[in-house]
């Protein structure tokens, strides 16, 4: 089965330092998300994208974070100026979302996460 | 706004017992369930999903979930857990895509323990 796969696995940054997630999907998915797991605690929906744009956001995602697919493939999550509550693991997750309403068009399907430690 | 409570934070349970964990859900559309189970240090696996149709769905591991609208409840069950099933576990709940893209509302985990 195809996977999604993140990297890096594990980044480790000085606080006010940007980062960059990085997600390859699935190859025919067309909607991609990014989640925030803050240790010990439950995972929270951060934002969607589709067609090249944001389709939702939370309020957790502020003007320090923004997202974008640049070259067709890679879909990147930006940390303009990290803070040290921003460490937390954060997954990528894909949906095909073709013949949308069906059961396989609305599974989203993560990658491994990468956990971003701010110090 | 929806909302997904597991009520057990922690369960304890001995190799080859049965297992339930519970999880309900607040959603104004039609819901669109999920388990997941996530390993220490590991992604989201899928474990199954609840779409429509019939009720009772069977997920991979032996897994199974059991959806109760009228309780607004999708339970997961395991007849006999084995030491590799220790992990935590999510619930999640989706809409229906209809062209939407909504992101998942996921409970807090509940963490499985197998004692030999």
């Known amino acids: 089965e195809p996977e999604v796969t993140q990297t890096p696995s594990h980044q480790v940054t000085q606080m006010g330092q940007e980062v960059i997630l990085r997600c390859v999907p699935i190859?025919?998915?067309?909607?991609f998300y990014w989640y925030r797991q803050i240790l010990g605690q439950k995972v929270e929906f951060l934002v969607s994208?589709?067609?090249?744009?944001?389709?939702?956001k939370s309020e957790i995602f502020d003007d320090q974070f923004s997202v974008e697919r640049p070259d067709g493939s890679n879909f990147t999550l930006k940390i303009r100026s990290t803070k040290l509550e921003d460490s937390a693991m954060y997954f990528c997750?894909?949906?095909?979302?073709?013949?949308?309403?069906?059961?396989?068009?609305?599974?989203?399907?993560f990658g491994p996460g990468t956990r971003l430690t701010v110090l | 706004a929806q909302s997904v409570t597991q009520p057990d934070i922690h369960i304890t349970v001995s190799e080859g017992a049965s297992l339930e964990l519970r999880c309900n859900y607040s959603?104004?559309?039609?819901?669109?369930l999920f388990w997941y189970v996530q390993s220490p240090g590991q992604g989201l696996q899928l474990l199954l999903k609840?779409?429509?149709?019939?009720?009772l769905v069977q997920g991979i591991k032996g897994f199974e979930a059991e959806f109760k609208r009228s309780q607004s409840s999708f339970n997961l069950r395991k007849p006999s857990v084995h030491w590799s099933d220790a992990a935590e576990y999510f619930c999640?709940?989706?809409?229906?895509?209809?062209?939407?893209?909504?992101?998942?509302?996921f409970g807090k985990g509940t963490h499985l323990i197998i004692q030999p």
């Open positions: 997750a894909a949906r095909r979302g073709e013949a949308p309403g069906t059961s396989d068009a609305d599974t989203q399907y």
């Open positions: 190859s025919n998915h067309l909607y």
């Open positions: 994208f589709y067609n090249n744009e944001i389709s939702e």
């Open positions: 959603y104004g559309a039609t819901p669109y």
């Open positions: 609840y779409f429509s149709g019939d009720t």
């Open positions: 999640a709940v989706g809409a229906l895509s209809g062209g939407g893209a909504d992101g998942l509302t």
